[in-house]
Every structure is written in structure tokens, then in C-alpha cells.
């Protein structure tokens, strides 16, 4: 079955660095676009960053431009986030997102904190 499992979550100082992962299963992940979002608590889901298929061209929301980077390796079935320059607005349950045609998966989530 369908599966988008997201790790790397934790808690990280400002100024910090983590890097999510997500590997897909049950669909073919190379013809998907790929997106995380995140969900910040009494806000709305927002996206972070997209990375679509063919030409891998990438998208940031303005708040990380700079700060996060996605990636993907189609040949682990995996796509990264990586970010740095960590501030306590990035905290939020950050998920991943697959889409193609009338497809939509997600991921169950990974919470990041940002605190000292």
C-alpha cells in the first residue's frame, strides 16, 4: 500500500540544523511532485518547499528561502529537507506530500521544536 513515512523530527537550538527525510512506498515516486508542509500549533497548514517531476525545478515558501533545501533521490524512493539557520517560528509538524494527477499522499508527520 501506500505509504510516506517522514523522520529526522527532534528538538534543535536556534541557529541549528536538521534534515528530514521521507521514503515512499506504493507508487511509482519518480513521476511525483514532492512537497513538505508544515503545521504550526492554532495555525494553518502552510508549504515549505516542492521539488517537481521532470525537471526537479524546486519552490520555497519566502520565510526559508535561503535557510531550507529539498531534495530528492529517486533512487532510494527518499526526498530531503535540510535546514539550517533554525528559528523558533519553524517549529511545527512538517509532512510530506506526494501528488500526481488525482493522487494525493501524506505522510503522518514529524515534529520539529526550535528552542533553547
Known amino acids: 500500500q501506500v505509504q510516506l513515512v517522514e523522520s529526522g523530527g527532534g528538538l534543535v537550538q536556534p541557529g541549528g540544523s536538521l534534515r528530514l527525510s521521507c521514503v515512499a512506498s506504493g507508487f511509482f515516486f519518480r513521476y511525483y511532485d514532492m512537497t513538505w508542509y508544515r503545521q504550526a500549533p492554532g495555525k494553518e497548514r502552510e508549504l515549505v518547499a516542492s521539488i517537481t517531476y521532470p525537471t526537479d525545478t524546486t519552490n520555497y515558501a519566502d520565510s526559508v528561502k535561503g535557510r531550507f533545501a529539498i531534495s530528492r533521490d529517486n533512487a532510494k524512493n527518499t526526498v530531503y529537507l535540510q535546514m539550517s539557520s533554525l528559528k523558533p517560528e519553524d517549529t511545527a509538524v512538517y509532512y510530506c506530500?506526494?501528488?500526481?494527477?488525482?493522487?494525493?499522499?501524506w505522510g503522518q508527520g514529524t515534529q520539529v521544536t526550535v528552542s533553547s
Open positions: 506530500n506526494a501528488a500526481f494527477a488525482d493522487d494525493d499522499f
